[in-house]
C-alpha cells in the first residue's frame, strides 16, 4: 500500500477541481473527433496514444511491478471505463456538451453514499449540501434545454450519457481507492493500457485509421486525458472520494464555456442559473471540513 504525506484538503480539492477542467477540455476535443470519425475509432487511437505518453512517464520513474491489490484495481477501473467512455463519447455527439455534463452528475451524488458504503468514508455535511444545491442546479438545467429543440437522436444520447453516468461514480469510488495503493503515473499508464487492451479485439471489424489531419488532434486528446488522470490520482491520494466529488460539478462551466466557443452551443437563461447553484455548492464543498483520509485495504 502506498503512503502519501498529508496536505492541505483545499489542494487537493483545487488540482482535482483543475484535473475536471483538464478534463472537459479533452471531452471537447473528444466530441469533434467523434463526429468526424465515429466513436470507436475516436477511442481506440486516443488510447493507443495515451498508451505511449503515460507508458513513457511510468518508464522514466523504474517503478516496480504493481502489487496484487492494485493490479485488480487497475483491471476493475480499466473495464468500467470502457463501458463509461463508449457510452458517455457516444451521447456527447447526439447532445449539447453542457446538458452532456448535466446529464452525468448524478455520477457524484450516488458517489457519495458509494464512498459510505464501500470505503466506509463518512459523508460530510458540507458535501451532502453541495450536492442538493447542485441537484437543484441541474434541475434547473434540464427544464431549459427540454424546451430547446435538439433533434431524434437527442433520446438516445441522453439514455447513453446516463448509463455512463451510472458507470462513473463507480469510477470515482475506484479511484480513491486505487490512489491509495498506486500512484498517479501508474495509475494513468494501467488505464490507458487496460482500456486499450479491451478495445483491441474488435479492431479489425470497427476501426479505420485516420486521416494525417486527425491526428494531432488525437493526440492532443490522449494529452488532456492523460494529464487529466495525472491530477485526478494525485488529488485524490491526498482527499477523500466524499469530500472531492463534487468538484464535478465545476466540469459544467467548463462545457458550457467550450461549447459555446468551439461548438456555437447557445447559453440559456436556465443554464446561467443553473450553473450558479453548482459553483455555489463546490465552494460550500470546499469550505467544509472533509472526514479523515482513510487507509483502506483493499483485499485481493
Same mark, same amino acid.
Given at each position: 500500500? @502506498?503512503?502519501? @504525506?498529508?496536505?492541505?484538503?483545499? !489542494?487537493?480539492?483545487?488540482?482535482?477541481?483543475?484535473?475536471?477542467?483538464?478534463?472537459?477540455?479533452?471531452?471537447?476535443?473528444?466530441?469533434? !473527433?467523434?463526429?468526424?470519425?465515429?466513436?470507436?475509432? @475516436?477511442?481506440?487511437?486516443?488510447?493507443?496514444?495515451?498508451?505511449?505518453?503515460?507508458?513513457?512517464?511510468?518508464?522514466?520513474?523504474?517503478?516496480?511491478?504493481?502489487?496484487?491489490?492494485?493490479?485488480?484495481?487497475?483491471?476493475?477501473?480499466?473495464?468500467?471505463?470502457?463501458?463509461?467512455? !463508449?457510452?458517455?463519447?457516444?451521447?456527447?455527439?447526439?447532445?449539447?456538451?453542457?446538458?452532456?455534463?448535466?446529464?452525468?452528475?448524478?455520477?457524484?451524488?450516488?458517489?457519495?453514499?458509494?464512498?459510505?458504503?464501500?470505503?466506509?468514508?463518512? #459523508?460530510?455535511?458540507?458535501?451532502?449540501?453541495?450536492?442538493?444545491?447542485?441537484?437543484?442546479?441541474?434541475?434547473?438545467?434540464?427544464?431549459? %434545454?427540454?424546451?430547446?429543440?435538439?433533434?431524434?437522436?437527442?433520446?438516445?444520447?441522453?439514455?447513453?450519457?446516463?448509463?455512463?453516468? !451510472?458507470?462513473?461514480?463507480?469510477?470515482?469510488?475506484?479511484?480513491?481507492?486505487?490512489?491509495?495503493?498506486?500512484?498517479?503515473?501508474?495509475?494513468?499508464?494501467?488505464?490507458?493500457?487496460?482500456?486499450?487492451?479491451?478495445?483491441?479485439?474488435?479492431?479489425?471489424?470497427?476501426?479505420?485509421?485516420?486521416?494525417?489531419?486527425?491526428?494531432?488532434?488525437?493526440?492532443?486528446?490522449?494529452?488532456?486525458?492523460?494529464?487529466?488522470?495525472?491530477?485526478?490520482?494525485?488529488?485524490? %491520494?491526498?482527499?477523500?472520494?466524499?469530500?472531492?466529488?463534487? @468538484?464535478?460539478?465545476?466540469?459544467?462551466?467548463? &462545457?458550457?464555456?467550450?461549447?459555446?466557443?468551439?461548438?456555437?452551443?447557445?447559453?440559456?437563461?436556465?443554464?446561467?442559473?443553473?450553473? &450558479?447553484?453548482?459553483?455555489?455548492?463546490? #465552494?460550500?464543498?470546499?469550505?467544509?471540513?472533509?472526514?479523515?483520509?482513510?487507509?483502506?485495504?483493499?483485499?485481493?
Amino acid at each position: 500500500m @502506498t503512503t502519501s @504525506t498529508p496536505v492541505r484538503p483545499a !489542494l487537493a480539492f483545487a488540482v482535482a477541481a483543475i484535473g475536471i477542467f483538464v478534463f472537459a477540455c479533452m471531452d471537447a476535443v473528444m466530441k469533434g !473527433l467523434v463526429i468526424a470519425l465515429g466513436v470507436y475509432t @475516436t477511442m481506440i487511437w486516443r488510447t493507443f496514444a495515451g498508451v505511449a505518453i503515460s507508458g513513457t512517464l511510468y518508464a522514466a520513474t523504474r517503478a516496480p511491478w504493481p502489487s496484487r491489490a492494485a493490479m485488480r484495481l487497475h483491471l476493475i477501473r480499466g473495464a468500467v471505463t470502457v463501458v463509461m467512455a !463508449l457510452t458517455f463519447f457516444w451521447g456527447l455527439a447526439r447532445v449539447p456538451m453542457a446538458q452532456a455534463i448535466a446529464l452525468a452528475f448524478i455520477a457524484p451524488v450516488i458517489a457519495l453514499f458509494l464512498a459510505a458504503l464501500i470505503l466506509k468514508e463518512r #459523508v460530510p455535511r458540507g458535501s451532502v449540501i453541495a450536492c442538493v444545491l447542485a441537484a437543484i442546479g441541474v434541475g434547473l438545467i434540464l427544464t431549459g %434545454q427540454a424546451r430547446a429543440e435538439l433533434g431524434p437522436e437527442a433520446l438516445k444520447g441522453t439514455i447513453a450519457i446516463l448509463f455512463s453516468a !451510472l458507470c462513473y461514480a463507480f469510477n470515482i469510488v475506484l479511484m480513491r481507492a486505487q490512489a491509495l495503493v498506486a500512484g498517479p503515473v501508474e495509475v494513468a499508464f494501467w488505464q490507458s493500457l487496460i482500456v486499450f487492451a479491451c478495445l483491441v479485439p474488435a479492431a479489425p471489424w470497427f476501426a479505420h485509421v485516420p486521416d494525417a489531419a486527425h491526428w494531432p488532434v488525437i493526440v492532443l486528446a490522449a494529452v488532456f486525458a492523460t494529464v487529466s488522470l495525472l491530477l485526478l490520482g494525485w488529488a485524490y %491520494q491526498h482527499g477523500s472520494a466524499s469530500y472531492l466529488a463534487p @468538484t464535478e460539478y465545476t466540469s459544467f462551466v467548463w &462545457a458550457a464555456i467550450l461549447g459555446w466557443i468551439v461548438f456555437a452551443e447557445t447559453l440559456s437563461s436556465w443554464t446561467v442559473a443553473g450553473a &450558479a447553484l453548482i459553483v455555489g455548492g463546490c #465552494v460550500v464543498a470546499a469550505r467544509g471540513k472533509p472526514s479523515p483520509v482513510p487507509q483502506v485495504e483493499i483485499a485481493s
